[in-house]
Nanobody, 120 residues
Framework: VQLVESGGGLVQAGGSLRLSCAAS????????MGWYRQTPGNARELVAI???????NYVDTVKGRFTISRDNAKNTVYLQMNNLKPEDTGVYYC???????????????WGQGTQVTVSS
């Protein structure tokens, strides 16, 4: 199983970015999908999560600005980030909780990370 992220970059405060994370490989089913953020010297923190049933949850600092969504046909999760602020800067990682085909074992996978930099 492989996760490939895209969509990071440099943007001015108030701007928008859209992150994507596509899962591929021997996947039986995908459970929760989420986005995490990490800044230097800090632990990775959950930014947003979406369950297989479409339930979403966000860290308070991004509520009303970020939207997580998923396309189950494409095994892809998105994070639409609007009204970006300098404090949103960090490396964003997607995380996918899925069941592997054949063995039907459940496992967590991480994307490679994509840098988001918001300038003031």
């Amino acid at each position: 199983v492989q996760l490939v992220e895209s969509g990071g970059g440099l943007v001015q405060a108030g701007g928008s970015l859209r992150l994507s994370c596509a899962a591929s490989g021997s996947i039986f089913s995908i459970n929760a999908m989420g986005w995490y953020r990490q800044t230097p010297g800090n632990a990775r923190e959950l930014v947003a999560i979406i369950t297989s049933g479409g339930y979403t949850n966000y860290v308070d600092t991004v509520k009303g600005r970020f939207t997580i969504s998923r396309d189950n046909a494409k095994n892809t999760v998105y994070l639409q980030m609007n009204n970006l602020k300098p404090e949103d800067t960090g490396v964003y990682y997607c995380n996918v909780d899925l069941t592997i085909a054949i063995l039907r074992t459940r496992k967590d996978y991480w994307g490679q990370g994509t840098q988001v930099t918001v300038s003031s």
